[in-house]
T-cell receptor
Framework: NAGVTQTPKFRILKIGQSMTLQCAQD?????MYWYRQDPGMGLKLIYY???????DKGEVPNGYNVSRSTTEDFPLRLELAAPSQTSVYFC????????????FGAGTRLSVL | AQTVTQSQPEMSVQEAETVTLSCTYD???????LFWYKQPPSRQMILVIR??????QNATENRFSVNFQKAAKSFSLKISDSQLGDAAMYFC????????????????FGQGTILTVHP
C-alpha cells in the first residue's frame, strides 16, 4: 500500500536551476494537490488538479508549473529556482473534496543556494 | 477567505497526562470540515481526527477527541493518556465541502503547535 509517493526526498539547487518534483498516487484519486511548508508555518497550496488534464493555481503559484497527464502522476516543475523557494514540498491526494481525507506524501526538502 | 489560527506555538505534557490544543477559525460558510493532522519529525502528515460541521457530536478516535464549538468557531484537540509517540507538530485544518469556485477542496492550515511529551 504505497499511497502517495514523492521523489526525491532531498535536493539542493543552485539559483537559476530547474527541477521537477515527482508525485504519484496509487489510490485512483481524482484530486491532487501541491503544498509548500515554510519553517514553523502551516502548508500553503501551490497548485491543484481535479482530474487528468485539469489543473489550476492555488495561493502561491508563482515560479511553479504543473501538469496532469494521468490520474496517477502530478509533477511539480520549478523553473529558475530562487532562494524564496527553499521549503518542504508536500503532494497530497483525495477522492474528492469535502470530508474526504487528503493523504500526504513524505515531502521533499528543497534548498536553493 | 477562511483562516485558521492556532494560538499556542508550543505545548508540553507529562506522559500519561492530558493536554488540549486550541484552534479557532473564521468562515462565513455553514457547512465545512475540520481536521487535526500530526506531523512527527519524519515530516509525514498523518490524519488524527476529522469533524463534520453539521454533526453536533464531537469526534473521537481512541485517545484523541475534539471539542467542537460551532458558534464560537473553536475546534480544540484533547489528547488523553499522552504517550512519547504523540510528540509532534499538530496542525488544525479547514476544508469546504465544495470543489468549485475558489474552494477546490483545499485544506487551509493553522500555523501549528509543537507538542513535547516528557517521560
Amino acid at each position: 500500500n504505497a499511497g502517495v509517493t514523492q521523489t526525491p526526498k532531498f535536493r539542493i539547487l543552485k539559483i537559476g536551476q530547474s527541477m521537477t518534483l515527482q508525485c504519484a498516487q496509487d489510490m485512483n484519486h481524482n484530486y491532487m494537490y501541491w503544498y509548500r511548508q515554510d519553517p514553523g508555518m502551516g502548508l500553503k497550496l501551490i497548485y491543484y488538479s481535479v482530474g487528468a488534464g485539469i489543473t489550476d493555481k492555488g495561493e502561491v503559484p508563482n515560479g511553479y508549473n504543473v501538469s496532469r497527464s494521468t490520474t496517477e502522476d502530478f509533477p511539480l516543475r520549478l523553473e529558475l529556482a530562487a532562494p524564496s523557494q527553499t521549503s518542504v514540498y508536500f503532494c497530497a491526494s483525495s477522492w474528492s473534496a469535502g470530508g474526504n481525507i487528503q493523504y500526504f506524501g513524505a515531502g521533499t526538502r528543497l534548498s536553493v543556494l | 477567505a477562511q483562516t485558521v489560527t492556532q494560538s499556542q506555538p508550543e505545548m508540553s505534557v507529562q506522559e500519561a497526562e492530558t493536554v488540549t490544543l486550541s484552534c479557532t477559525y473564521d468562515t462565513s460558510e455553514s457547512d465545512y470540515y475540520l481536521f487535526w493532522y500530526k506531523q512527527p519529525p519524519s515530516r509525514q502528515m498523518i490524519l488524527v481526527i476529522r469533524q463534520e460541521a453539521y454533526k453536533q457530536q464531537n469526534a473521537t478516535e481512541n485517545r484523541f477527541s475534539v471539542n467542537f464549538q460551532k458558534a464560537a468557531k473553536s475546534f480544540s484537540l484533547k489528547i488523553s493518556d499522552s504517550q512519547l509517540g504523540d510528540a509532534a507538530m499538530y496542525f488544525c485544518a479547514y476544508r469546504t465541502p465544495n470543489a468549485g469556485g475558489t474552494s477546490y477542496g483545499k485544506l487551509t492550515f493553522g500555523q501549528g503547535t509543537i507538542l513535547t511529551v516528557h517521560p
